[in-house]
C-alpha cells in the first residue's frame, strides 16, 4: 500500500516535494522565511516525472536548507500564471516571497544540485 501512497503523494519522506493543493498552501509555502522551492508539473509530462525523481532523490539531502514542494499546475493554475508559468518541469526558488531563481527544462543532477545550492546561500543577487 506505501507504493501506492507515495505514487499519488499521499505519503512523503523527509526532503521530498511536498504537494500543494490550493492556493492558499501555495501562498504559506512561497511566503516562508525558510527558502522553498516550488516545482511546476504536470502529471502527464514524461520529462517532469524525471525531474520529479530527481527531487525526491536530493531533498533528502537539503532539509536542514530549503523546502521542496510540487505543485501540479492544472490543479492550481492560479499559482502558475501568478509566475507566468508556461512550459513544464519549472522550478522557482523562493526567498520570504520573492522569486530568486528559476529554471524550466530538465537538468541533470550535478547542475540541479549546483543551482539549488547557489540560489541559496547568501548574497544572491
Known sequence: MGFFKRLLGLEVKPGEPVALQDLAGYKKATGSNTPSLVYYF??????????????????PDYTETIDFYKLDIHKVP??????????????????AGEPVARHSGLIPIDQLREWIEKNISPGIS
Open 42 to 59: 504536470h502529471l502527464w509530462c514524461s520529462s517532469c516525472q524525471v525531474m520529479g525523481g530527481l527531487l525526491n532523490e536530493i531533498g
Open 78 to 95: 492560479e499559482a502558475a500564471t501568478a509566475q507566468a508559468v508556461s512550459a513544464v518541469p519549472t522550478l522557482i526558488i523562493f526567498l
